[in-house]
């Protein structure tokens, strides 16, 4: 997965993995547990987050289960994580980037939502427009299959127009709405 906060990650990769039967590997969680346990927000436990969402991802494959990786992964350095890890692991990789066409609803989601997770992983949307901002753009790496959902439509209508492209070949698919 990749995309902003409150762009609907968790919500297409949970009703994805429903549909064919992955395992949800969530980073958030992850780093609220750290943080629950004592360790003060920051880079060092966004890094660690997804560090332990790596080692379970990787006990999964290595078990032969589909994995989703639920990761903002706006940084260079967390893709090259997951396809090094698809490549340690034989596994086909499919990026699901997960936009709101809507900025209104966009907005409204981020100021509506409660997770339960303390205010770091809670952003408002100054930090969604900065975090927007700081993503670093997609190089176009051989082999890199890419599929876009556009959450301000429902996501059942494009779930069908999901799992095409995750069984085919490598290609940029997108849902129009």
């Not at 940029?172 to 849902?175: C, H, I, K, L, R």
């Given at each position: 997965m990749s995309g902003l906060p409150g762009a609907g990650k968790s919500t297409v990769a949970g009703a994805l993995a429903r549909r064919v039967g992955a395992i949800v590997v969530s980073v958030d969680p992850i780093e609220d547990a750290l943080h629950r346990a004592g360790l003060a927000a920051g880079d060092e436990t966004g890094l660690a987050a997804y560090l332990v969402a790596e080692v379970v991802a990787r006990e999964a494959l290595t078990l032969g289960h589909a994995v989703i990786v639920d990761a903002a992964n706006y940084v260079e350095e967390a893709r090259a994580m997951w396809r090094d890890l698809a490549h340690e692991c034989s596994?086909?990789?499919?990026?699901?980037?997960?936009?709101?066409?809507?900025?209104?609803?966009?907005?409204?989601?981020?100021?509506?939502?409660?997770?339960?997770?303390?205010?770091?992983?809670?952003?408002?949307?100054q930090r969604v427009l900065t975090r927007r901002a700081d993503t670093e753009p997609w190089p176009a790496p051989d082999g890199d299959r890419m599929v876009h959902v556009d959450t301000a439509f429902a996501i059942d209508a494009q779930l069908a127009d999901l799992l095409t492209p995750l069984s085919a070949r490598p290609s940029?698919?997108?849902?129009q709405g």
């Open positions: 596994a086909d990789l499919t990026w699901v980037d997960v936009t709101c066409s809507d900025e209104s609803l966009h907005r409204r989601r981020i100021e509506a939502r409660d997770r339960g997770f303390g205010p770091t992983l809670e952003p408002n949307w940029d698919t997108a849902y």
